[in-house]
């Protein structure tokens, strides 16, 4: 019995073994294209099953579309949000929320951890040095990071403040959303009159908002929403938050906690050089970095504003609002222009200057900051770049994004050269850029 316990234990510790190194070992690529492949198929099956809320009967198709779209937050569907039912807006609001950028990124982390579990010798931990630290009372002051396992408690450490900064925004969101509409009747009656329930209504928006995909649970987007700026300023966060200003807000709360609790992971996360802590989390930036980031997000921001002012302050796009509605407005079209995609307003009729601006500001990289970084300071992707001279064949041969967009807008305009001719009001060669970046 010893000898087939003994070999039962080893084989396990074998499989284990095997698993994270296989893990550990598959391209990240791979994984996030398995990954999403995946979850769309899963949802446009049980949204097949799913009956609509209307007699329309969307295609297969389409609903194989919808699904793509939120699990990858694409955000373009061809058909009415209306038409789907409340159990198929819950699979919908799940798709969104396992696509998002903040929740994918923990993949990244479990791969990492993986990488270390692997070696399976983690009951023998060992410090490798131990240094004696004058200022603390003749105490041992551990060398944390050059402990080989030093890593992977940060890991884990950041892994546990990415779920509860996911779980926390969320549910913060959510009740101020509930908690607006309780207390604010014409957003109510809004819904009531789509047949829309309202914690419905605030789980799938919180959730579509925070992960940047842009869908809303009605035909009109934001727009019938319009007069109600107290809503739109419980999701401009949401949106901040979940995509362009999380490296500074990741670091921010690492920082917290670490003036309280997990005290050497924090210190390992924020004061190493920016290669080690780079080579942990991508959206961890270092202090420099982060501030700059938050710095370039909020003077996107305060330049949209002016232009669209500027623009459209008493165009037909805000009619019948006050200064403060149009104010909000504003401010929130101008947030949701980076990444998020809804809108309180018809970008149809607005002027063609602040179109091509957010053409401009879709097309930008989340992270993107123009304020100048140090060489210490560079982010993990700009220090591989640098230091890589020498491209292989295959690399040379790729495009840039902005090339990659050219080739889609020319092959669109190619195949609706017909829609062209005859609706160039709805078929232009700017809506179909529009719809290709955003």
Request: net charge positive.
């Amino acid at each position: 019995m010893k000898n087939y316990a003994c070999s039962l234990q080893r084989t396990r510790l074998l499989i284990c073994c095997s698993y994270h190194e296989f893990l550990a070992r598959l391209k990240p690529f791979l994984i996030y294209t398995f990954y999403f492949s995946s979850i769309s198929f899963v949802g446009f099956g049980i949204l097949t099953v799913l009956k609509p809320k209307t007699s329309f009967k969307p295609r297969n198709l389409d609903l194989l579309f919808t699904s793509a779209s939120s699990a990858t937050l694409s955000s373009m569907s061809t058909v009415e949000m209306e038409v789907f039912s409340t159990s198929q807006l819950i699979v919908i609001t799940i798709l969104m929320f396992m696509g998002g950028e903040v929740f994918t990124s923990m993949v990244e982390l479990l791969l990492k951890r993986s990488k270390f579990i692997r070696t399976c010798n983690f009951d023998g931990r060992k410090i490798e040095s131990v240094e004696s630290d004058p200022s603390s009372n003749g105490s041992i002051r551990f060398e944390y990071s050059n402990n080989p396992f030093s890593k992977y408690d940060s890991i884990k450490f950041l892994g546990h403040v990415v779920l509860g900064y996911l779980v926390v925004i969320h549910i913060l969101g959510i009740s101020f959303v509930l908690l607006y509409l309780c207390l604010v009747s014409s957003a109510e009656d809004v819904l009531r009159n789509k047949g829309l329930k309202k914690f419905m209504f605030a789980v799938f928006t919180v959730v579509s908002t925070f992960a940047n995909c842009g869908f809303v649970p009605t035909n009109e987007n934001m727009m019938v929403f319009i007069k109600n700026p107290g809503l739109l300023w419980i999701l401009i966060p949401q949106i901040l938050l979940g995509n362009t200003l999380f490296p500074s807000c990741l670091r921010f709360v690492i920082w917290v906690l670490g003036k309280k609790i997990k005290k050497a992971e924090a210190n390992y996360l924020l004061e190493n050089d920016n290669t080690t802590t780079s080579s942990v989390y991508f959206h961890l930036f270092p202090s420099q970095h982060s501030v700059l980031l938050a710095a370039t997000v909020f003077g996107f921001i305060i330049l949209g504003f002016v232009i669209f002012s500027s623009l459209e302050w008493n165009s037909a796009a805000l009619s019948g609002l006050n200064t403060y509605q149009k104010i909000v407005g504003i401010l929130f079209q101008c947030v949701n222009a980076r990444h998020s995609g809804e809108t309180i307003v018809d970008l149809s009729i607005i002027s063609p200057a602040i179109t091509v601006f957010f053409v401009v500001m879709m097309y930008l990289p989340p992270y993107t900051s123009f304020l100048p970084i140090t060489k210490d300071e560079e982010t993990p992707l700009e220090s591989v770049i640098r230091r890589k001279r020498r491209k292989t064949a295959a690399e040379n041969l790729v495009l840039s994004q902005l090339s990659y967009l050219v080739i889609f807008i020319i092959i669109i305009c190619i195949t609706e050269r017909k829609s062209l001719k005859k609706d160039p009001v709805n078929f232009s060669v700017l809506n179909i850029t529009v719809e290709v970046i955003r």
